[in-house]
């Protein structure tokens, strides 16, 4: 068992989500950012779809109750081990006892604790990601304890890897969504032509920009949404829906991320610019 | 063949719309269920598609593989000609018990005076009607039921609630629903409904399907506790009866 000391922010178990409920309006949940978890789950030679733990912002304080081998990715945080700093991408054998805490966080926005063999909460509906009511909790509070399975002998082929970082990424790759051919000069111009600023309202299940564009009178019948799609509201707010969204939506669906541009956005805090390119080879 | 046009759109590389007519209409949804239950039979049986119907339109998921949109569109239209023999996927009208008492209830006063009718009145229109269910979204387990009788429409609430409870069934403008757990609203509450419409502890954890029907009808407070009991410790099922579409 992992234990929690210290809940930070906002941490939860995630793994690669949860798959055919999306008609009985179940979000897909997972990972925001699958790239880096991805990394972080070779690294421990895991199967990709292994759960870890999704930290946002500020990081909890964790106890290891079972010896392991453990390794960070994503966003910079600062973490140490015992006291000792640590860096991301890096396979660290861990004790009995052994305490990992954040730090400040210095770039990104959510960091990933992956563990060999990842992490063993109770599987439901296909998935381990935690999403209330789904699951009981949508976070980690103070003394949860996380399963996870004893690993003593692992000898990881590659212990450290260099990552060529995304975290500075501003431009998110979209191609059109359904109602694209709806939106008129005046908006096509105001969505691929300036940078929009990350709004206060942003977490996982969806990004608001700050900026508004031009309102519209579209009107359409509820219709099925993605992780990435991005509506836009009567009065110009563009919403980005992210790995928890809902699965439905009467909002037209004007864009949408690649999962590249997913994964970038899901590492933006509020204040971050980004700015939507149409990608020609999608189109 | 005279089954209604159907327009498909590329939406992200994951992923494909087939869109009806922009109509709320028994028979296009009746159409899109025969061909999601179609393709699941025969062209797209593999577990990585997932399919998602709502009133005029399908989405077709691949969660693994990338999409070749021309090639898929091109299948898709000569899938949908082949169409017409299919069986119907097997459909249900759900019974659903609901308290109209006034501690559920919280605005049928309110609805009573906006509409002008007494609450028996309400409470009898809103049992009267076969409601379809055009999709299930926004929440996990939320219905959204078409057939609301024109003399119940009644604006949703200047001002949502931050907390509606589970169970509570409410009616908006056109829509009515049933709000499946805890969570803000803006509907008007006129009762509560204490079957479960989704839980998760189940292998379906959601026992209707877009296409189904409910239909609801009034019960005491004493038998809503009662039902809540038995829905609490597993042994409370709902009526169902096939529809013979």
């Known amino acids: 068992m992992l234990k929690v000391l210290k809940a930070g922010f906002y941490t939860s178990v995630q793994d690669s989500g949860r798959f055919n409920y999306r008609n009985k309006g179940v979000p897909v949940s997972g990972v925001m950012d699958e790239m880096s978890v991805f990394k972080v789950n070779s690294l421990l030679e895991n199967d990709s779809s292994s759960a870890v733990l999704e930290i946002t912002m500020t990081g909890p304080t964790l106890v290891f109750e079972e010896e392991t081998y453990m390794a960070l990715g994503g966003a910079k945080m600062l973490a140490t081990l015992n006291n000792l700093p640590i860096q991301n991408y890096k396979v660290y054998q861990i004790e009995v006892g052994d305490i990992l805490s954040f730090g400040r966080l210095v770039k990104g926005f959510r960091s990933y604790l992956g563990v060999k063999g990842g992490f063993t909460p109770k599987v439901i509906l296909g998935s381990r990601s935690y999403y209330k009511p789904i699951t009981k909790e949508s976070r980690l509070r103070e003394g949860d304890f996380v399963p996870y399975t004893y690993h003593k002998l692992f000898q990881p082929k590659i212990s450290e890897i260099k990552v060529a970082s995304f975290l500075d990424d501003t431009i998110l790759e979209v191609s059109k969504g359904p109602e694209f051919e709806l939106l008129n000069d005046k908006q096509l111009e105001e969505i691929f032509s300036r940078s929009f600023t990350v709004a206060h309202e942003n977490n996982r299940m969806a990004y608001q920009i700050k900026e508004t564009i031009s309102p519209h009178e579209i009107s359409m019948l509820t219709s099925a949404t993605l992780p990435g799609t991005v509506q836009l509201t009567p009065s110009g707010k563009l919403i980005v829906l992210m790995k928890d969204g809902q699965t439905t939506g009467g909002y037209p669906r004007i864009i949408q991320l690649t999962d590249r541009a997913i994964y970038i956005l899901a590492q933006k805090r509020e204040g971050n610019q980004i700015s939507f390119k149409l990608c020609i080879r999608l189109v | ?245």
Request: aromatic content about 10%; overall charge negative.
């Open chain 2, 1 to 245: 063949m005279n089954s209604p046009e159907i327009n498909i759109k590329s939406f992200g590389v994951h992923s494909i719309l087939i869109e009806w007519p922009n109509e709320v209409k028994e028979h296009i949804l009746e159409t899109i269920l025969r061909f999601e239950s179609f393709l699941r039979s025969d062209p797209l049986t593999d577990k990585d598609w997932e399919m998602v119907p709502s009133y005029n339109s399908l989405l077709l998921i691949n969660r693994k593989k990338s999409i070749d949109f021309n090639s898929i569109s091109k299948d898709i239209n000569t899938w949908y000609n082949q169409l017409e023999d299919t069986a119907k996927p097997a459909r249900y009208l759900w019974r659903l018990p609901v308290s109209y008492d006034l501690e559920f209830g919280l605005d049928l006063q309110e609805v009573s005076e906006k509409l002008n009718k007494s609450i028996p009145e309400i409470i009898a229109m809103h049992t009267a009607t076969h409601y379809t269910v055009y999709g299930i979204g926004f929440l996990p387990g939320f219905m959204y039921l078409g057939g609301l009788i024109k003399e119940l429409e009644v604006p949703r609430k200047v001002t949502p609630r931050s907390k509606v409870v589970k169970g509570a069934v409410g009616i908006a403008g056109k829509q009515a629903g049933i709000y499946p757990q805890e969570s803000p609203g803006g509907w008007n509450i006129i009762g509560n409904c204490s079957v479960p419409i989704f839980d998760a502890t189940k292998e379906n954890p959601c026992f209707v399907n877009v296409g189904d029907k409910i239909e609801f009808y009034a019960i005491s407070r004493a038998e809503h506790n009662l039902h809540k009991i038995e829905a609490e410790v597993g042994i409370y099922k709902p009526e169902k009866i096939k529809i013979d579409a």
